[in-house]
């Protein structure tokens, strides 16, 4: 599944590409991709001006001047391209990034009135596209507890690790994968921050020192934007704006680099299983 970084490098395109233009008509073939009302969608998506374009967390909201949004997941196998006077492809790394659309993997076709024209492509069927009048989305139960954006200005060091306070006998990589306690982090961006830390994935929250959550707070918040600059990463299942993969394991300092030497001393990187998930650290510079 798409990370934060990954989904954030979804809507900077999306937002330079589909901000103003109008739907003019809109195709799906499958109701769970498209759960909609079909008199909701004459009434406040067909001739909407898109109006701006957000994330929360990994789901992207599309806002409508009738003040309604589209509120989008694209769970494993989602995609989203656009073709118009240019072409923008992202998600999930098939030939419909780059290939003739629709396809076979197309659900949802939107046309805006120029003629350019929105895909939303799924595979697996498991992502969807939900139009919702604006002030009912915060009331979505994702919406209700999902946990603060670790990128925001005013998200501090210190409310970032009161966060944790009430999971003290859990792992701590366990914490940060859940949505409920900070948002949008995944399992490349929790590998690679604890890494950068020098915290082992396995030690009890409450075993982490009001001095390394300032500093697992600051790590991450650099990698995680490194990541948006570099286009998210290159997860067999991810490819970025323009059909490209993202370039951040290139600079990824332990995931997916088991066996390799770890930059900082030399040890040779390992990778085992830590709160369900594959995990690599450098078991010199995190002891457990």
Same mark, same amino acid.
């Given at each position: 599944?798409?990370?934060?970084? %990954?989904? %954030?490098?979804?809507?900077? @395109?999306?937002?330079? &590409?589909?901000?103003?233009?109008?739907?003019?008509?809109?195709?799906?073939?499958?109701?769970?991709?498209?759960?909609?009302?079909?008199?909701?969608?004459?009434?406040?998506?067909?001739?909407?001006? *898109?109006?701006? *374009?957000?994330?929360?967390?990994?789901?992207?909201? =599309?806002?409508?001047?009738?003040?309604? !949004?589209?509120?989008?997941?694209?769970?494993?196998? @989602?995609? &989203?391209? +656009? =073709?118009?006077?240019?072409?923008?492809?992202?998600?999930?790394?098939?030939?419909?990034?780059?290939?003739?659309?629709?396809?076979?993997? $197309?659900?949802? $076709?939107?046309?805006?009135?120029?003629?350019?024209?929105?895909? +939303?492509?799924?595979?697996?069927?498991? @992502?969807?596209?939900?139009?919702?009048? *604006? !002030?009912?989305?915060?009331?979505?139960?994702?919406?209700?507890?999902?946990?603060?954006?670790?990128?925001?200005?005013?998200?501090?060091?210190?409310?970032?690790?009161?966060?944790?306070?009430?999971?003290?006998?859990?792992?701590?990589?366990?914490? &940060?994968?859940?949505?409920?306690?900070?948002?949008?982090?995944?399992? *490349?961006?929790?590998?690679?921050? &604890?890494?950068?830390?020098?915290?082992?994935?396995?030690?009890?929250?409450?075993? =982490?020192?009001?001095?390394?959550?300032?500093?697992?707070?600051?790590?991450?918040?650099?990698?995680?934007?490194? !990541?948006?600059?570099?286009?998210?990463?290159?997860?067999?299942?991810?490819? $970025? !704006?323009? @059909?490209?993969?993202?370039?951040?394991?290139?600079?990824?300092?332990?995931?997916?680099?088991?066996?390799?030497?770890?930059?900082?001393?030399?040890?040779? =990187?390992?990778?085992?299983?830590?709160?369900?998930?594959?995990?690599?650290?450098?078991?010199?510079?995190?002891?457990?």
């Amino acid at each position: 599944m798409p990370e934060l970084p %990954e989904v %954030e490098t979804v809507r900077r @395109g999306l937002k330079d &590409l589909i901000t103003s233009r109008t739907v003019a008509s809109i195709k799906s073939d499958n109701p769970k991709s498209f759960p909609n009302s079909p008199v909701d969608v004459k009434k406040f998506l067909i001739g909407a001006t *898109i109006q701006d *374009i957000n994330r929360r967390a990994k789901v992207l909201l =599309i806002y409508l001047s009738t003040d309604y !949004a589209l509120v989008i997941h694209l769970k494993m196998t @989602g995609q &989203l391209v +656009f =073709i118009g006077e240019k072409r923008f492809g992202a998600g999930h790394p098939t030939d419909s990034l780059i290939g003739r659309l629709p396809d076979r993997s $197309t659900r949802v $076709t939107i046309t805006f009135t120029d003629s350019s024209r929105l895909y +939303f492509n799924d595979q697996r069927k498991f @992502g969807w596209m939900w139009l919702l009048p *604006i !002030a009912e989305v915060p009331n979505i139960d994702f919406m209700k507890k999902v946990g603060p954006e670790p990128l925001e200005a005013d998200f501090s060091a210190k409310q970032f690790a009161a966060r944790f306070t009430q999971r003290a006998n859990t792992i701590i990589k366990a914490v &940060l994968l859940d949505q409920t306690v900070v948002a949008g982090i995944g399992n *490349i961006y929790a590998d690679e921050s &604890l890494w950068s830390a020098k915290i082992h994935p396995g030690r009890l929250v409450k075993t =982490i020192t009001p001095k390394e959550f300032t500093t697992l707070y600051k790590k991450l918040r650099l990698i995680m934007n490194l !990541a948006i600059e570099k286009g998210g990463s290159t997860d067999r299942n991810y490819v $970025t !704006a323009e @059909g490209k993969k993202g370039s951040y394991l290139e600079f990824a300092q332990v995931f997916r680099r088991e066996g390799l030497p770890c930059r900082r001393c030399q040890t040779t =990187i390992i990778k085992f299983k830590c709160a369900g998930r594959g995990t690599h650290i450098c078991p010199n510079c995190q002891v457990l």
